[in-house]
Each structure stands twice: as C-alpha cells, then as structure tokens.
C-alpha cells in the first residue's frame, strides 16, 4: 500500500533514500524529525552552495539579535535580561528560551513540540510535560513582580500562546 511520498516498502526505507538521491537530492530525512534538524540541514546546504569568501546575512533569530518588546515585556537575547514593565526577571536559559518562542509571534499557539525544539538540543530527551513545569516556573517568576501577569495563556490539549497586548 503506498502512503503519501513513502514508498510500498515502508516509511524510512533505504529504497526511499536511493530514489531521492537519483532524482537530485542533496540529503534525506527519516520521520520524524524536528523542525530544527530541518532547518540546520537547509542552512548547511545554504552555506556548501555559497561563493567562497561570502559571508551569511544576519540571522534575525541569533543570540545576539536586536531586542524584542511586547507589551510590558523586553528581552534582550544578547544579555540574556528579560525586564517585565522594566523590572528585572531572571529566567533560567531555557526559560528565556521558551518565552523568546513565544513572544516572538504573539496570538500564535505554540504545541509543546515546539517549545522543546526552541529550547532544547535534538540529543537532548525531555518528556513534554517538562515544558508545562518550565512555563509554571516562569509565570510564578512574573508574578512576583507582577501579581496580575497572564501574558502566557494555556490553550489545554494544544499549547501555549503570548498573549497579544
């Protein structure tokens, strides 16, 4: 039976890969993978196609990006500050990380999947309830500045959103 793009052997196989790379691919992902592996592939790919001695643009997404406000929230990846209407709130790194997932597309949900991609490494297992006690910390982290924080809304059985202000 064929599914999809797979083929009558089965998802993954070795025949999937050969036809791939006969057709012109330049590499082959087995499912599942993280949106982040992907990308890392893609930019590797970017970097082998680029003239020598041209430099990459700016990732907008770098550590050392510009600052991000939203509302009462500034973080400043580069410092690794997070100040909530200019007071300071120190986040752990992969607490800053989740909320940089998060505020950076305010009203979008996020699924736990994708909060452990942003802030986790592919080598790294966390079960997805682990993203639930990181967001708890955080809110607990806000609300000692600000008792009214809710800038971080659970959509249960979906995600996570920052809330647009």
Sequence with gaps: MRHGYGSTVGYGSSVDEVLGFNLGADDYMHKPFSQRLLVERVKAV??????????????????????????????????????????PVRLTVTEFLLLQALAQRPGFVKSRDNLMDAAYDDQVYVDDRTIDSHIKRMRK???????????IETLYGVGYRYREA
Excluded: I, Y
């Excluded at 196609?49 to 580069?78: C, F, I, Q, W, Y």
């Excluded at 982290?141 to 800038?151: G, L, T």
């Design 141 to 151: 982290k806000f609300r000692q500045v600000d008792p009214e924080f809710d800038s």
């Design 46 to 87: 970017l970097r082998r196609a680029r003239p020598d001695g041209e430099t990459a643009p700016a990732d907008p997404n770098a550590a050392g990006s510009k600052v991000m406000k939203r509302g009462k929230l500034t973080l400043d990846p580069a410092r690794h500050d997070s100040l909530w209407d200019g007071k």
